[in-house]
């Protein structure tokens, strides 16, 4: 039998009192709070409480509907500007300006721009992997499955036809073409010859043909140099283990009787970082040699320190500029001297200056893929650009704010710091935004149950940074590619028809490709739709052309305006004319009265609303983009 004490049945009335007690409590707090909220929303305000590194910070932000004009604090420290003043383009209580809208619904209104020239290095410039972009349709090397710098040829028209009239091509005014050396791997980043062209590409003829070409198209042409190593294939490799093959047992090593053995670094003892050399055919069996090689065993690294084979490099840098090339994409200039960036930036200060002395117009971009302050540093080297990785691949700015996880203040706060870091270590940078590349999983893999919408939003954010921005080829379409490397450089989709206009064209892709499927459609399929990817990135690079303070200028942020995730700012520079650009990250639509700025001048419309200005409302709907003045 079960029984209940008095004390028992009193201590149980007294837990139902308190539990009654506390449960009104709670009722009472949590309508408190709601009204609260309530409140705040109606009188125009948030409060989001965000943590970041640099602490916990309160952030007040405005009402997306009610559009008041309550200040939002900022996220990092933004550059102030003495000459210009702070940016204010609607000063808090303005009214809305009277009067007909002259631009009412437009999200055109960019002109044709003229030619740059070749000392202009503010330019929108296509990544291609020469071995799976084209095969050629005719010709010796045609119908192999293997791009060539004759399929590129045949194809130019779709990156720049030439004529800035057309909407059919890219627009793009640069040409960064991956390592065309003689080279034994696919990729070619292992060079074997650093003055010829690779058989399987085509001959020095072909790429003269290319060169003027791009040149006639107003496009300049950078190739890839590796200076951080070679082929072991390469002849300096070879003579270098050729003389070592002759050493008698114990016999010191004579630096006069093989040069090219100085261009290596060589020991007997083993070290991280280095191979061991298979001299199996040496008359000095009694002693074993090593030779540094950081990324593989196929690409030792080159002895930069020796003046000898800087002559050499001289040499290199001189017969490309000579023969017309605009500039070098810098291959790992962080892995040059291994853990010391001051000899890497000697290094790169001389090599600029060497081929500055050849033609004081060249370009050179650096791959430092490191951190963004150890990157920026290398801009005291005196090199034009240093790609600007904090943006680019899954985790970079660009990909965080159009995956949400960051809004659009965020992209101008972090545009304005960056644009401070690099231009204190050199006035004349050039930023290189790229959103991504060779080395990086394609972006239609970062957004799951993306109808495309983000995509385009991402390459959009790229494509208005500052410098000279890169789009990594098939990228304008959407195309996929992850996991090894092979999968990042499939084939540039142009159809997906075996028997179309374009099938002679597609490639097989690198060796050891795995088989995946496309999740947006190829190029002809995307050509001719308003809609697409493609017809988005064709507008986004005429846009960026047609207003050269987009490239040129500084971003200046007007701290009244953006918020969380609307992101106003300017571009200024000197001798153009100033754009403003508006930028919303948010999933719906934002309205903001605007009584400084006249005119909507180009828009960048990712999902199927439109862009509007008028009676001195931008509307902006969600991922969208608009230039203004
Ligand atoms: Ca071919
Ligand atoms: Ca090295």
Redesign the pocket.
């Known amino acids: 039998m079960w029984k209940v004490s008095q004390v028992e049945r009193s201590k149980v009335k007294k837990i139902i009192k308190i539990t009654v007690a506390a449960l009104l409590f709670a009722a009472l707090f949590s309508v408190c709070v709601m009204a609260a909220a309530w409140y705040l929303k109606a009188s125009g305000l948030y409060i989001q409480i965000s943590i970041s590194p640099e602490g916990i910070q309160l952030q007040t932000i405005i009402n997306p509907e009610s559009g008041s004009q309550t200040g939002g604090a900022e996220l990092t420290e933004i550059p102030s500007d003495a000459e210009t003043g702070v940016l204010d383009l609607h000063a808090a209580g303005s009214s809305v300006p009277d009067g007909p809208d002259p631009h009412p619904d437009s999200a055109a209104g960019e002109t044709a721009p003229a030619p740059l020239s070749s000392g202009d290095h503010y330019r929108t410039t296509y990544e291609v992997f020469v071995y799976s972009f084209a ?2 349709a005719e010709g010796a ?8 710098l ?2 590129l040829l045949e194809k130019l028209d779709y990156i720049n036809d030439g004529d800035p009239e057309t909407g059919e091509d890219l627009g793009c005014n640069g040409l960064w073409l991956m390592p065309i050396f003689p080279s034994p791997t696919y990729h070619k980043y292992d060079t074997a010859d650093y003055c010829a062209i690779d058989p ?2 085509g001959s020095m003829e072909d790429f003269e043909k290319l060169l003027a070409a791009c040149h006639e198209r107003g496009m300049t042409v950078i190739l890839d140099l590796a200076l951080n190593h070679t082929s072991t294939e390469h002849p300096w490799f070879q003579k270098a283990l050729a003389y070592m093959r002759t050493l008698q047992p114990f016999e010191d090593i004579d630096l006069a009787a093989e040069p090219c053995y100085s261009y290596y670094n060589f020991q007997n003892t083993a070290r991280d970082g280095w191979k061991r050399l298979n001299l199996s055919d040496s008359r000095d069996p009694n002693r074993e040699w090593y030779y540094e090689a950081r990324f593989w065993e196929g690409m030792p690294d080159l002895n930069l320190d020796n003046e000898a084979l800087r002559e050499e490099i001289r040499n290199i840098v001189s017969f490309w500029l000579k023969k017309g090339v605009d500039g070098f994409r810098l291959d790992a200039v962080s892995w040059y001297y291994t853990e010391d960036q001051k000899k890497n930036m000697e290094f790169l200060s001389w090599l600029n200056g060497t081929v500055k002395e050849i033609n004081p117009d060249a370009y050179i971009v650096g791959e430092a893929w490191t951190a963004q302050d150890s990157y920026a540093e290398y801009y005291a080297s005196g090199i034009d650009s240093l790609f600007d990785f904090a943006f680019s691949g899954p985790d970079g700015v660009i990909a965080q704010v159009a995956k949400g996880s960051r809004g659009a203040g965020y992209y101008a706060a972090m545009l304005a710091a960056e644009e401070e870091k690099y231009g204190s270590k050199n006035k004349s940078y050039v930023n290189a935004p790229f959103y991504t590349n060779h080395d990086m999983a394609r972006s239609a893999g970062y957004y799951a149950y993306d109808d495309g919408t983000r995509v385009k939003f991402a390459e959009g954010l790229n494509l208005m940074m500052p410098g000279c921005a890169y789009l990594y080829y098939g990228e304008e379409l959407g195309m996929k590619g992850s996991g090894r490397d092979e999968n990042k450089r499939a084939p540039m989709y142009w159809t997906s028809e075996a028997d179309g206009k374009d099938a002679p064209h597609l ?1 097989d892709g690198p060796p050891g490709m795995e088989d995946f499927a496309m999740k947006f459609p190829a190029a002809s399929d995307q050509t001719g739709d308003e809609d697409s990817i493609l017809s988005y990135i064709r507008q986004a690079v005429r846009i960026r052309s047609a207003f050269p303070a987009i490239r040129k200028g500084r971003t200046v942020v007007d701290e009244t305006l953006s918020d969380d995730t609307l992101a106003v700012f300017a571009r200024e520079a000197e001798g153009e004319e100033t754009v403003f650009i508006f930028i919303n990250s948010a999933e719906e639509t934002r309205r903001v009265p605007l009584d400084k700025l006249k005119e909507l001048k180009a828009g960048l419309r990712a999902g199927e609303e439109e862009i509007r200005f008028s009676e001195g409302i931008l509307e902006l709907p969600p991922f969208g983009i608009a230039v203004m003045q």
């Open positions: 095969d050629a090397l045609a119908g192999d499955g293997i791009g060539d004759q399929g399987v590409y490639t």
